[in-house]
């Protein structure tokens, strides 16, 4: 944990650089920042980021956070950005960290065509060439990220919640933990660092009086916590976690995030994940809960 916080001109200005493809969500998410207190810049030029890193040291007390939009739009000066960042992470004076934002073919297709936005790359070819292009164009970027955030999966008003949920604290802990549930049906999170599987647990969902419910209600966890394998897989979990969060933090990892999945995601990977969540923080580590498909059928 670091003994200054935000505005505290001795602990290192935080510095967030957004970027990744076109439709998954940058636009979004640097206004969620912005409402989280952040300085927030969009389409800053690369070769002014170093200059923009320094005055934010310089002034970290009016300055402490600040977010910045990188993208294609750079149009060739984006190759000059690997080396930049790379620089910028050296900087003791600042913690920089780099989000990818992405999404699946169907959901960018979706959203291009819902908002009849031409595409930055498709030009005189297809959306799908576009598309294709800019993936290549951002893999350098992609291959340097603290973070990569699959938004397919949410609408505006779920990838604002996560950005509140994730980024709120201000960056006080130096990792940031997350524990998301997911149901299977519904994909696998591209996040996920970890990842483990609830389905050999006894589904609530087949019980007439828990169905209509969730992992959140009281009644579900008192079903699963009536279950040996439910406890014991939760206790393991736990012990892992507490093994590794050192280890990544020596290495300087910003961002953790554990996918606990079930069938659905409704029943037993909710309850998991909260479990998981308040036995962490009984033991002194920061850790947040976010339900990926609660909400779904």
Do not use: W
């Amino acid at each position: 944990m670091s003994a200054g916080g935000a505005g505290d001109p001795h602990s290192p200005v935080e510095i967030v650089v957004l970027t990744g493809l076109s439709g998954a969500g940058k636009t979004l998410a640097i206004r969620a920042f912005e409402d989280q207190g952040y300085f927030c810049v969009d389409n800053l030029p690369v070769a002014l980021i170093p200059v923009f890193a320094d005055l934010c040291a310089r002034n970290r007390k009016e300055i402490p956070r600040a977010a910045l939009v990188v993208d294609v739009r750079e149009g060739t000066f984006l190759g000059d950005f690997p080396a930049i960042f790379d620089a910028l992470k050296r900087g003791r004076d600042r913690r920089t960290r780099l989000l990818f934002f992405e999404a699946d073919d169907d959901a960018l297709i979706r959203r291009f065509s819902e908002t009849r936005r031409p595409h930055p790359l498709a030009g005189q070819s297809s959306l799908e060439d576009g598309i294709r292009r800019e993936r290549q164009l951002l893999a350098p970027l992609r291959d340097r990220a603290d973070l990569i955030i699959d938004s397919s999966a949410f609408n505006v008003h779920q990838l604002r919640r996560y950005i509140q949920e994730q980024f709120g604290s201000g960056g006080a802990s130096p990792l940031s933990i997350s524990i998301l549930s997911f149901g299977y049906k519904h994909g696998v999170p591209a996040e996920a660092d970890l990842l483990f599987d609830t389905r050999f647990i006894p589904n609530p969902f087949f019980v007439d009086a828990l169905r209509g419910k969730s992992g959140l209600d009281p009644e579900v966890t008192r079903y699963l916590e009536e279950v040996e394998e439910y406890r014991e897989f939760e206790r393991r979990i736990v012990d892992l976690l507490r093994f590794l969060i050192p280890k990544y933090l020596r290495e300087g990892k910003s961002y953790l995030t554990v996918a606990i999945g079930c069938t659905g995601g409704r029943h037993r990977s909710v309850a998991m994940a909260e479990a998981i969540v308040r036995d962490l923080r009984a033991q002194g580590c920061p850790a947040k809960s976010t339900h990926r498909d609660l909400e779904k059928e």
